[in-house]
C-alpha cells in the first residue's frame, strides 16, 4: 500500500486510487463537481485542484487535479496550499458567473452540492459585474423540472443519462458558455432512470417535479431508512415526510436514494423514485369502512358491489374479534389470505391468528409454484445470487426471459455496467486506471456478450451482442440446449431450428470462455421451464469451473421471496383455497375470509375470485381502494411501507428491514397491530391468540419468524431493536434544523405536543436524539457538516464508493443447500387452434406495479390497455396498429389497442401485466385466447370524441 | 543545393501544381525510395532528422511515430490523420501549400502512413477552405490513377487510402483529440490523455496526428537524406519553415526560410519593414495564442527553444505585427474574443474565465475599465496556465493575455485614466488614409 | 419553475414550451446516394453524422428540424445526439441563411487593418446585423474567426469564393455583382 504525504501529514492508502477519491476516502475536504463516485473521473470542473510536490524539497509544486491524479507511492501532496485555494476559488467564481443565485426559490437550496463547494472553497466575494447568459427551460414530463440557468456545467447530467444508464434523448447542446444540457426538443425524457438525475446534477438543473408539488427544505423533512416496494430488487430509500402546514397529518413529499453497496449503490429507477406518492393519493383508505345496510335511492356500485360508511375503529375491531372468537369456537371458517406486498410481519400475524392450516398466500398456484422454485433453485450450492456490484463485474451475461428493464430495473443498470468490461479489461492492458472514464470509454473495445433470450428483448437490445425475441417455450429449449452443450451431454438436446442451434452452441462457448458468467432470469414469463433452463445452464457452469455460477433470478414483487418463506411448496395459493371452500360449502359453517393487503383480482381467475369472495365475511387490511375493496365488509385502513416497519426479503435472498418515516393519518396502522388489537380484544385466549396480542413491537413479530423459521433466524439481528440507545439517546428522525414544529400545529393546538412515541425502532418522531447516527443503519438523513447534500454519503463510507461503516441491516437468508434434479427441456406444447393466441406477459415499468401505477405523476403516463401482435397475426386478421381490438377469453374480455411489432413472436400477443384497465387479465396470463377486431374508429370520429 | 523544399513548386501565379509538374521537380521519388525501406527506419530517419512538429507544439515527429505499437501483435489497424484545420488567427501558411502544391502533402503522408503501417489516412481539413479540398481530391485521384496510392502500390503489399473530411468549423478541432472526436462525427472536445492518440486514437485505433507542414517536409527529408535536411536550419532546430507576417507591413506574406532566421530579418527584409509613418509595437511570433514579444527581441533566431526561453512559443511561425497606430488592448480583446467563442465548453476556466475577461477587456476598451481589472485579468490569466485547463487551447489564450499586461501595461493604464481608448482617433484617421 | 409559481402558470408555461414538430422530411436520392458514399470512408455509420448534415445542408442551404429529423432516421442515430453534433459546428446551420453566406473576417490580422469599418459598412449596406438575412433573402452576414489569409487581410468569403485586401469600393462591387447574379437567376 503507498504511502503519500498530504499537508504534511502522512498517510497510508489503497492503490491504484485517485487523489480526489484518496482525499474524500481519508475524510480530508476537497471541493468537486464533474467526478461521481460510480461514474469516476474526466477532469472537466477543474475544481478539485490540489497542489503535487516533486520531492521534499520542492517549495513551490505543480498544481494537478486531485481526480486526475493517480496517486504514486512517495507522492506528497498539499490540499491548503495558497495557491491550490486561490485557483479553487477562481473555479468556483468562474462557475458563478453565469449562475442565478437563485437559492431562496431553489429546490435544490439546503441540500445543494453547489452550495457546499461554495462555502468549502472558502469564496466569498463575486467580482463578475456582467450580465448573465440566460436560457428557456424545456418541458422534460412529468418527473423533472428543468432550469438551465442553474447550471455549471458539470457534463455528469449526460455522463449518466447517456453513457451510465444508455439513454438516447438528452445531450449536450451548443458549446462554448453557452452549452445546454436539454432534449432536441421539450418532451418527456424516456429513459427510465430519469430521476437519477435530480442527485447526480449538483446544482438545481433538474429538480424532482412531484417533490415540487408539495415542496419543503431538506432539513425540514422527516425520514427514516426504507426499502421501495414497486419491485423485488429491494433498492434501498430514504422517504422524507412533513406536515403540510395547515394543522393535517404529515405527507410522503419525495423519495431519494439510500446507498447501499450490495444493492442499489448510487442510483433508483423512476418508479421507485416517483411511485410514493400513491400512499397520498385520493383513493388511500384512513378510516375504518364498514358494508352500509342503508336503503339507497341510487348507486354507482356495481352488482356484488357493496357500499361503505364510515365505522367506529372500536366497533369494527370488535366485530373482528367476535368473528374470531366464533371461529375458535368452531363456528366459523376463518382464512386468512396473506400478499407479497405486505412484510413478513404481517403476514406472520395474519399467519398466527387463523393458524398455518388456514394461511393462504394470496397467490395462484402458477405463481406461488414459481417463487418456490426459485427458492429451491436459490439452495442449488452449484450457483449463488450475485449482488449488483457481482452483476457489473461479469463478463458474460445471459438474460433469459425476463424483461429486467421493467421488471428489476436497477439491475438492468447494472448489467449496462457489465457491458463495460471487455473495455475496461482493454484499459487495464494499457495500465489505464478504470476512474479514468473518459480515457477507458474512448477506447476501442468491442462490448461484452450481453445475449437477451425472451418475449420482449428491447429494453437492453442497445447493449446486447445477440437478442433472440421467442416464446418462453422456446426460451426453455433454448436454455435447454445451452446447458446440454456446457454439460458435454448432449443426448437431451431438444430440437431446434438450425439458427437457433448455431446461436446455442455460441451462447454455451461464450459462457464457458467467461471468468465470471451471469446468467439472469425469473418469473415473468409466468413458466417454470424458464426458471429450469436458466437454473440448468448457471449449475452446469458451477460444475465445470467447481464454483459456484451467478445466477439472479428476479422475483416479481418487493416479498415475493418473504413469503415463499411461509409455505410449504404445494401449499397455500387460491386455487387450493377456493377448492376448499367449495368442498367445505355443505358444512353449512359461515366463512370468513381475512385478505391482507392484496387485490384478488389481480392474482386468481374469476371464478377462483368469485368462490373466495362470495365468503359470508370479507375483511380487508390495505391502503388503497382497490376491486376487492369493493367486495368486502369490513376494512381496516393498513400503513404503507413508508409509515411502518417490517421485513421483505428481496430476489437474491436479502431480508431488509425498513422503518418509518413518519406515522400514517386518520387511523391508518399496520396491519399487525390491527390484527394483534382484534386477537387481544376477542374472547377465545389460545396461546397463538395470546401471543399476536401481546406482540407491542414489530421487532417481536421479526425475533417471532426467526424462532419459527430456520433459514430466516438472521431476521432478528437485522437492526437494533427499539431499546437501542446511543448516549442514551434514540435517533432523530429531524433534522437539528427542523423548523416550525410547534408553530405547524398550531392551528389545532396552541401548545407544544410532546412528539409521538415509536413503539418499533430506537428512533424519534422528532428532533431529538441523535443527528448523526451514520454509524448505524438507522439514519436516511444523511449529513454531514459541510456536506448537506446526497454526496455526503462518502462519511459514512468505508472508503468512496464502498460499503457502509457500520452494519446496513441486511442479513442473507440462510438456506439448507440442496441440490437440483437435472432437468430436461418440455418438448413441444399442446396444439394451438388457429384462431387462438398465445397471451404472454409483457411488463411496463409504468403500470404493471399495483401501487406505484397509483401514484399521480406515473398515472399520468401510464399506457392506454393495449396488446402486441407480430405483424404475421396482425395481418392474417386484417388488424392495424391502433386498431381497437377485443381479446377474448371464455370467461372474460378485454378491449385493448393494437400493437405490432417485428419483435413480437408469432402466434403470441403480449399483454401488459397489470396495466390499469387489465389488471384482472393478469391473472391468465399466459394462457390462449381469440382476438377480434372491433370497427376501426374513424379519424374523424375520434377526433370528435377528444373534443 | 535544393534549399526551399516546401515551395520549389509554387510558382507566381494561384494555381496548383499538378502531378506532372510535381514530378519534374523530383516528385514522388522520395515516396518511392521508402517503398524500398522498412517503415523502422523511416522513423528512424525521420527522427534523426530533427524535425519538429510544424503544428505549434514542435514536438519531434519522428519520435512521434515510434510511440505507435508495432509488430505483430499489434492492432492490425492504425490511422495517420493530417491537421489542416489551420484557424489560429494569423495563421496563413498550411493554405498555401495545400492550394499550391498538393501533392507534396500527399506524398508526405504516403511515407508517413507507410512507416507508422497505417492504411487509411484523412485530411482534416476546415471547411472554409473549399479550394484547397478540392485540389487535394484532385491530387489524390491523380496519385491513384498512377498508382501511388490504392492496392498493393507499385507492386508492394503496401495500400493506402486517402480520404478529404471537410469539417464543419470551430478552432478547438485543431486540438489533435478533438479533431479525432470531429472524425467520429461526435462533439469536437477534447479527449482525456493517456490513452495518448499514438496507442488508442481515431476509434481507439493507433493513430497519428500531424500538421500538413509537417508532412509537407518528408518527401525531401526521406529523398535528400538527414545530413541535407539538417543542414537547411540556420540555427538549433532542423529543416526549412514557412514564416508569415501579417499586419501594417509593407510586403505581408510567407516565405520557405531556415528555422532560425532571425526575426528581424523576417519582418524587415521579407516582410519589406513597417508601412510608413508605423512603428513595431510588439509581435506575436506565432500566432494568436503566443505571448507578445517586444522590438528588444527582433534578432532572435525563429527556433522553438530559443522563442521560448524568451517567454513566448515559436507556435506556428506566422508572426502578426502590432503598430504603434493599434490599441493593444484592442487587438488582446479581439484575440480573447475568438478564443472565447471558440472554447469547447468542456472545462470551467476556458468555458467561463474567457468570455468573463471578454467582459472585463470590453469594459477597459470603453473606457469603463477601474484599476482593479488588471489583476483581475491576470489572475484569470493565472488560472488558465497550462496544466489547469483540460486542454491547450486555454493557456493558449491565455498568453497573449498575460504578455499584453507585461508589455504593454502603460496602454491598459491609459484606458482606465482616460475613461476612453487612446487609439481611437489614430485608428479611425488612419483607415481614412 | 418553481414551487413558488402558480400552477396554472406552471402548466401554461409548460404546455407553450411544448412544441414538438412532427413534419417529416425525406432525403433525396442524391442527398442518400452522397451520404452512403461517405459510409465506406469510415469505421460505422454513426461516424457519418456531421458529413451527413454537411451534405444535406449543401443541397437545402440550413437543416431545419424536420431535415434533421430525417438524417437522425435515415442513419440511426438518435436525435438528440445529431443535435448536439449539429449545434456544436458552426458551420452547421440550424437556422435559414440566404443564398450567399458571408463569412467575415474578424480575427486579429483582419482587425488590425480594419475589418471593423468594413463590417460597418457592410451592414448599412445590407441592411442587416451579423446573424442576420437581408430582406430579400439574398444574403446573411456571419462574422468567422480567421480564414487563414492574413497576409491579405481584410478579407471575407462569399459563398465558396474568397475576397481580399477589401475595400469599401471592392466589397460595393461583390454586393452588387452577388445581387445581379440573383437578379438574373430570378424569374421576373
Ligand atoms: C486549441 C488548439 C488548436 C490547434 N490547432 C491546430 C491546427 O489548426 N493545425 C495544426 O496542425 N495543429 C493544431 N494544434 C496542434 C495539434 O494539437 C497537434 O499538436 C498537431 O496537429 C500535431 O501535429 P505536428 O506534430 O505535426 O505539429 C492545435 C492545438 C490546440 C491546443
Ligand atoms: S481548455 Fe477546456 S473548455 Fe477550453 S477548449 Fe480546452 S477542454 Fe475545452
Ligand atoms: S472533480 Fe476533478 S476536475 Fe471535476
Known amino acids: 500500500m503507498p504511502n503519500i504525504t498530504i499537508d504534511g501529514e502522512q498517510y497510508e492508502i489503497e492503490d491504484g486510487q485517485n487523489l480526489l477519491n484518496a482525499c474524500l476516502s481519508l475524510g480530508i475536504n476537497l471541493p468537486y463537481f464533474c467526478w461521481h463516485p460510480a461514474m469516476g473521473s474526466v477532469g472537466a470542473c477543474r475544481q478539485c485542484a490540489v497542489i503535487e510536490y516533486k520531492d521534499f524539497e520542492d517549495q513551490r509544486g505543480k498544481l494537478v487535479m486531485g481526480c486526475m491524479t493517480p496517486i504514486k507511492d512517495g507522492g506528497i501532496y498539499s490540499v491548503s496550499a495558497d495557491s491550490a485555494r486561490e485557483f479553487r476559488g477562481g473555479v468556483i467564481e468562474d462557475l458563478m458567473t453565469n449562475h442565478p443565485h437563485d437559492c431562496p426559490v431553489c429546490e435544490e437550496g439546503g441540500e445543494c452540492h453547489l452550495q457546499d463547494m461554495t462555502e468549502m472553497s472558502g469564496h466569498t466575494l463575486r467580482r463578475y459585474r456582467g450580465t448573465k447568459r440566460t436560457h428557456r427551460n424545456q418541458y422534460l414530463g412529468p418527473f423533472i423540472n428543468h432550469e438551465m440557468n442553474r447550471c455549471i456545467a458539470c457534463y455528469r447530467c449526460t455522463r449518466f443519462y447517456r453513457e451510465y444508464a444508455g439513454g438516447s434523448d438528452l445531450a449536450a447542446l451548443g458549446r462554448n458558455n453557452q452549452v445546454y444540457f436539454g432534449r432536441e426538443q421539450d418532451g418527456m425524457l424516456e429513459s427510465g432512470f430519469s430521476g437519477n438525475l435530480v442527485e447526480v446534477c449538483p446544482t438545481g438543473v433538474f429538480t424532482d417535479k412531484t417533490f415540487s408539488e408539495h415542496f419543503v427544505r431538506k432539513w425540514d423533512l422527516q425520514t427514516a431508512p426504507s426499502i421501495c416496494e414497486h419491485c423485488a430488487v429491494g433498492c434501498n430509500t430514504a422517504p422524507g415526510a412533513r406536515e403540510p402546514g395547515d394543522g393535517e397529518d404529515a405527507i410522503l413529499r419525495r423519495v431519494t436514494n439510500l446507498f447501499n453497496h450490495d444493492i442499489n449503490g448510487y442510483f433508483l429507477c423512476d418508479r421507485g423514485r416517483f411511485g410514493y406518492d400513491y400512499v397520498n393519493s385520493e383513493a388511500r383508505i384512513k378510516n375504518v369502512l364498514a358494508t352500509r345496510t342503508l336503503e339507497l335511492i341510487e348507486t354507482t356500485a356495481g352488482e356484488n358491489e357493496k357500499i361503505h360508511g364510515d365505522m367506529a375503529p372500536r366497533d369494527a375491531l370488535q366485530q373482528f374479534a367476535d368473528t374470531i372468537t366464533a371461529a375458535r369456537r368452531g363456528r366459523r371458517r376463518l382464512i386468512g389470505i396473506g400478499s407479497p406486498r405486505s412484510s413478513l410481519e404481517n403476514n406472520f400475524a395474519l399467519r398466527q391468528l387463523v393458524g398455518a392450516e388456514h394461511y393462504y398466500a394470496g397467490l395462484n398456484a402458477r405463481d406461488l409454484q414459481l417463487l418456490h422454485l426459485v427458492d429451491r433453485i436459490q439452495r442449488d450450492p452449484r450457483l449463488y445470487s450475485p449482488t449488483t456490484p457481482q452483476i457489473e463485474n461479469a463478463d458474460a451475461v445471459l438474460v433469459l426471459g425476463e424483461e429486467i428493464e421493467q421488471t428489476a430495473p436497477r439491475i438492468a443498470l447494472a448489467v449496462r455496467q457489465a457491458a463495460r468490461n471487455r473495455q475496461k479489461q482493454h484499459a487495464q492492458q494499457l495500465k489505464i486506471p478504470l476512474w479514468q472514464d473518459a480515457s477507458v470509454r474512448q477506447l476501442d473495445g468491442s462490448p461484452s456478450p450481453i445475449l437477451l433470450v425472451g418475449v420482449d428483448t428491447a429494453g437492453l437490445c442497445d447493449i446486447a451482442s445477440e437478442h433472440l425475441p421467442c416464446t418462453a417455450e422456446q426460451t426453455a429449449m433454448f436454455a435447454a440446449a445451452i446447458a446440454c452443450r456446457l454439460s458435454g451431454d448432449d443426448s437431451g438436446s431438444p430440437d431446434l431450428p438450425e439458427g437457433l442451434l448455431e446461436l446455442a452452441d455460441n451462447a454455451a462457448q461464450i459462457l464457458a470462455g467467461a471468468e465470471r458468467p451471469l446468467i439472469i432470469s425469473g418469473c415473468g414469463n409466468r413458466d417454470k421451464a424458464t426458471l429450469h433452463g436458466a437454473a440448468a445452464i448457471a449449475t452446469a457452469l458451477g460444475e465445470r469451473t467447481e464454483s459456484p455460477c451467478a445466477l439472479y433470478l428476479a422475483c416479481p414483487e418487493v416479498n415475493s421471496l418473504g413469503i415463499a418463506q411461509l409455505f410449504e411448496p404445494g401449499t397455500g395459493d387460491l386455487e387450493q383455497l377456493a377448492q376448499s371452500l367449495e368442498s367445505g360449502e355443505d358444512t353449512g359453517m359461515p366463512v370468513s375470509v381475512v385478505i391482507l393487503e392484496n387485490d384478488l383480482y389481480r392474482r386468481a381467475d374469476a371464478e377462483t375470485v368469485e368462490q373466495i369472495l362470495a365468503a359470508d365475511e370479507v375483511i380487508l387490511l390495505d391502503s388503497l381502494l382497490n376491486q376487492t375493496a369493493r367486495r368486502a365488509d369490513l376494512i381496516f385502513p393498513a400503513a404503507a411501507t413508508a409509515e411502518s416497519q417490517g421485513s421483505y426479503i428481496n430476489s437474491n435472498g436479502t431480508a431488509q428491514r425498513f422503518y418509518a418515516v413518519y406515522e400514517g393519518t386518520g387511523f391508518i396502522q399496520e396491519s399487525w397491530r390491527w390484527l394483534s388489537d382484534a386477537a387481544g380484544l376477542c374472547g377465545a385466549k389460545a396461546p397463538s391468540l395470546t401471543a399476536l396480542a401481546s406482540w407491542r413491537h414489530s421487532t417481536d413479530l421479526s425475533a417471532a419468524i426467526a424462532c419459527e423459521f430456520s433459514q430466516m433466524a438472521s431476521l432478528a439481528d437485522l437492526g437494533p431493536d427499539e431499546d437501542y440507545r446511543i448516549d442514551g439517546l434514540k435517533v432523530a428522525r429531524q433534522t437539528h434544523r427542523y423548523s416550525g414544529r410547534t408553530a405547524i400545529h398550531a392551528k389545532a393546538h396552541v401548545a407544544e405536543q410532546p412528539p409521538h412515541a415509536d413503539p418499533d425502532a430506537p428512533m424519534a418522531f422528532s428532533m431529538e436524539g441523535i443527528q448523526n447516527a451514520g454509524e448505524t443503519p438507522l439514519v436516511a438523513n444523511i449529513w454531514s457538516p459541510g456536506w448537506n447534500s446526497n454526496q455526503s454519503i462518502h462519511k459514512f463510507q468505508q472508503e468512496v464508493g464502498g460499503p457502509r461503516r457500520h452494519a446496513d441491516g441486511t442479513a442473507r437468508l440462510l438456506r439448507e443447500p440442496q441440490a437440483m434434479p437435472s432437468w430436461r427441456a418440455p418438448t413441444g406444447s399442446a396444439p394451438r387452434s388457429p384462431a387462438e393466441l398465445e397471451l404472454v406477459p409483457l411488463y411496463c415499468l409504468y403500470g404493471s406495479d399495483e401501487l406505484s401505477a397509483r401514484a399521480k405523476a406515473i398515472a399520468s403516463v401510464i399506457d392506454e390497455p393495449y396488446a402486441v401482435l407480430s405483424e404475421h397475426d396482425a395481418s392474417e386478421r386484417a388488424i392495424a396498429a391502433g386498431d381497437s381490438v377485443e381479446i377474448e377469453l371464455p370467461e372474460a374480455h378485454f378491449l385493448v389497442r393494437a400493437r405490432i411489432s417485428t419483435d413480437q413472436p408469432r402466434g403470441t400477443l403480449g399483454v401488459p401485466y397489470g396495466l390499469p384497465g387489465l389488471e384482472e387479465l393478469a391473472a391468465y396470463l399466459p394462457g390462449r385466447a381469440t382476438l377480434s377486431r372491433l370497427a376501426r374508429i374513424s379519424s374523424t370520429e375520434s377526433g370528435g370524441t377528444a373534443q | ?433 | 419553475m418553481t414551487s413558488m409559481i402558480e400552477p396554472e402558470v406552471v402548466e401554461l408555461m409548460e404546455r407553450s414550451n411544448k412544441h414538438p414538430s412532427t413534419a417529416e422530411a425525406q432525403l433525396t436520392e442524391a442527398e442518400i446516394e452522397e451520404i452512403e458514399r461517405e459510409f465506406s470512408r469510415y469505421e460505422d455509420k454513426a461516424s457519418v453524422g456531421l458529413e451527413a448534415l454537411r451534405i444535406v445542408q449543401k443541397h437545402r442551404g440550413w437543416i431545419s428540424d424536420e431535415t434533421l429529423r430525417a438524417v437522425s432516421n435515415f442513419l440511426q442515430i438518435p436525435v438528440a445526439q445529431l443535435e448536439s453534433v449539429a449545434t456544436y459546428f458552426q458551420l452547421i446551420f440550424r437556422q435559414p441563411v440566404g443564398k450567399e453566406v458571408i463569412l467575415l473576417c474578424k480575427s486579429a490580422s483582419c482587425w488590425i487593418m480594419g475589418c471593423s469599418r468594413l463590417q460597418q459598412k457592410l451592414q448599412n449596406k445590407l441592411q442587416i446585423a451579423p446573424g442576420q438575412t437581408t430582406a430579400d433573402g439574398i444574403f446573411t452576414l456571419l462574422e468567422t474567426p480567421c480564414l487563414g489569409d492574413c497576409d491579405k487581410a481584410p478579407v471575407m468569403m462569399v459563398g465558396e469564393e474568397m475576397h481580399r485586401n477589401l475595400t469599401d469600393e471592392s466589397i460595393d462591387k461583390i454586393i452588387e455583382n452577388k445581387k445581379a447574379h440573383h437578379a438574373d437567376q430570378s424569374p421576373d
Open chain 2, 1 to 433: 543545393m535544393l534549399t526551399n523544399p516546401l515551395t520549389k513548386n509554387i510558382g507566381p501565379e494561384n494555381i496548383a501544381a499538378d502531378i506532372e509538374r510535381y514530378r519534374e521537380s523530383g516528385g514522388y521519388r522520395g515516396w518511392s525510395k521508402a517503398l524500398e525501406m522498412a517503415p523502422g527506419d523511416i522513423v528512424k530517419m525521420v527522427q534523426d532528422g530533427g524535425l519538429r512538429g510544424r503544428g505549434g507544439a514542435g514536438f519531434n515527429t519522428g519520435l512521434k511515430w515510434s510511440f505507435v505499437p508495432r509488430g505483430a501483435d499489434s492492432p492490425s489497424i492504425k490511422y495517420l490523420v493530417c491537421n489542416a484545420d489551420e484557424m489560429e488567427p494569423g495563421t496563413f501558411k498550411d493554405r498555401l501549400l495545400m492550394e499550391r502544391d498538393p501533392h507534396l502533402l500527399i506524398e508526405g503522408m504516403a511515407i508517413a502512413a507507410y512507416a507508422i503501417g497505417a492504411h487509411t489516412a484523412y485530411i482534416f481539413i476546415r471547411g472554409e477552405y473549399h479550394l484547397a479540398a478540392e485540389r487535394l481530391e484532385q491530387a489524390i485521384d491523380e496519385a491513384r490513377q498512377e498508382g501511388l496510392l490504392g492496392n498493393s502500390i507499385r507492386g508492394t503489399e503496401f495500400s493506402l487510402e486517402i480520404f478529404v473530411h471537410r469539417s464543419a468549423g470551430n478552432y478547438i478541432c485543431g486540438e489533435e483529440t478533438a479533431l479525432l472526436n470531429a472524425l467520429e462525427g461526435k462533439r469536437a472536445v477534447p479527449r482525456a490523455k493517456p490513452p495518448f492518440p499514438q496507442v488508442s486514437g481515431l476509434w481507439g485505433k493507433p493513430t497519428v496526428v500531424n500538421n500538413v507542414e509537417t508532412l509537407c517536409n518528408i518527401p525531401n527529408l526521406i529523398e535528400h537524406g538527414i545530413d541535407w535536411y539538417r543542414s537547411l536550419g540556420r540555427g538549433e532546430d532542423a529543416g526549412s519553415k514557412l514564416f508569415g507576417v501579417s499586419g501594417r507591413v509593407k510586403n505581408p506574406g510567407t516565405w520557405e526560410l531556415p528555422m532560425g532566421t532571425p526575426i528581424r530579418e523576417i519582418i524587415e527584409q521579407h516582410a519589406g519593414g513597417m508601412c510608413d509613418g508605423y512603428q513595431l509595437k510588439g509581435f506575436l511570433p506565432g500566432g494568436g495564442s503566443t505571448d507578445f514579444l517586444g522590438p528588444d527581441h527582433l534578432d532572435l533566431p525563429m527556433d522553438y527553444d530559443v522563442i521560448g526561453k524568451a517567454g513566448s512559443r515559436m507556435g506556428t511561425g506566422t508572426i502578426i505585427v502590432l503598430d504603434d497606430h493599434t490599441c493593444p488592448v484592442g487587438l488582446v480583446l479581439n484575440l480573447t474574443r475568438f478564443f472565447a467563442r471558440e472554447s469547447c465548453g468542456w472545462c470551467t476556466p476556458c468555458r467561463d474565465g474567457l468570455p468573463w475577461a471578454v467582459q472585463i477587456l470590453e469594459r477597459l476598451e470603453n473606457g469603463e475599465g477601474v484599476p482593479e481589472d488588471l489583476d483581475l485579468l491576470r489572475e484569470q490569466a493565472r488560472r488558465m496556465g497550462p496544466g489547469n485547463t483540460f486542454c491547450a487551447l486555454a493557456p493558449g489564450a491565455a498568453e497573449p493575455i498575460q504578455s499584453a499586461l507585461k508589455l504593454f501595461e502603460q496602454d491598459f493604464i491609459d484606458h482606465v485614466m482616460h475613461g476612453c481608448c487612446p487609439f481611437e482617433k489614430v485608428a479611425e484617421a488612419s483607415a481614412a488614409v
